[in-house]
């Protein structure tokens, strides 16, 4: 059942591009019976290692950018431990609550974000590629329109990169998420990176601040079962690779909006146990 529930995840990863860890969370605490906290532990490795996986990935066919990737990550790696800490001052309860709402924030991102560019969200269901690239918006302008002038990391550029990875750090120690969600538009705003340079250098991201996260989650004596971790980290990594392989043969808008619905009816469903519990 937990390679099972493994692979679903890892699928969800390899179809969306993005989002698709906020499922970990849910089917440990609600099928598994796992404590939040540690379920959260359990997510954190598990999204790391899949996320660094993809990123290997990505590098080897020079679509992830580095250097602003890098400064997202490393931002996100000072704060996660802020985001573990946050959340053992939070009753379990009130943390599987504003779980759910955040759910429900991520899945209308992504059924906005397939209703109106439809086109981005094929990005990760083809064939990785190179693609053309704008020059980026003011700080973070590229050096020339094409890949090899990188950005111009001014202050300003630098600055808000960092503070991106900060709030990813953040939200992804407190909820064991990988803020996929939240890096790839920034990045595409920011820098105009083509939407596979934005996802692979996201993975980047996710895969270093996870890692972050969990080994502040083990300083500060949350437990990992292992046996639990190596059995969904492995459904992980199979769901992944078949996902990134059936990707491309799949309508990108219809199936992001489904995911997009299947995070909604979750995020209710914590919801309404929530306050089933609390009335009870």
């Known amino acids: 059942m937990i390679i099972t529930l493994g692979i679903l995840v890892g699928l969800a990863l390899g179809l969306t591009g993005g989002g698709g860890s906020i499922f970990a969370v849910p089917l440990l605490v609600y099928v598994v019976g796992m404590p939040v906290h540690a379920a959260i532990a359990v997510s954190l490795a598990t999204v790391a290692v ?3 996986f993809g990123a290997a990935e990505g590098v080897s066919r020079g679509l992830v950018e580095i250097r602003a990737g ?3 990550a490393v931002a996100g790696m000072v704060t996660a431990p802020l985001g573990i800490l946050a959340g053992d001052f939070v009753d379990e309860r009130w943390l599987l609550t504003a779980f759910g709402m955040l759910t429900i924030i991520v899945a209308v991102r992504m059924g906005r974000a397939a209703l109106r560019s439809p086109e ?3 990005a ?3 064939a990785l590629q190179r693609e053309p ?5 003011e700080p973070c302008q590229r050096a020339d329109s094409s890949e090899a002038g990188g950005l ?3 202050p300003r550029c630098v600055a808000l990169l960092a503070s991106i990875g900060g709030g990813v750090g953040v939200i992804s120690g407190f ?3 990988g803020g996929g969600f939240l890096v790839v538009p920034f990045l595409v705003r920011l820098t105009r990176l083509g939407m596979h340079r934005a996802v692979g250098t996201s993975l980047l991201v996710i895969g270093c601040t996870g890692m972050s996260g969990l080994f502040s989650a083990l300083v500060v004596g949350r ?3 292992m046996n639990i971790l190596y059995l969904f980290l492995g459904g992980s990594l199979v769901g992944m690779f078949l996902g990134r392989r059936v990707a491309r043969y799949l309508a990108g808008a219809t199936l992001q909006l489904l995911f997009a619905i299947a995070l909604v009816a979750i995020g209710a469903l914590i919801l309404v146990t929530r306050a089933h519990g609390a009335l009870g």
């Open 50 to 52: 899949t996320s660094l």
């Open 70 to 72: 890098l400064i997202v």
């Open 120 to 122: 981005n969200t094929n």
């Open 124 to 126: 990760v269901r083809s």
């Open 133 to 137: 690239e704008g020059h980026g918006l």
């Open 152 to 154: 111009r990391l001014r």
């Open 175 to 177: 909820f064991g998420v």
């Open 223 to 225: 437990s990992l079962d």
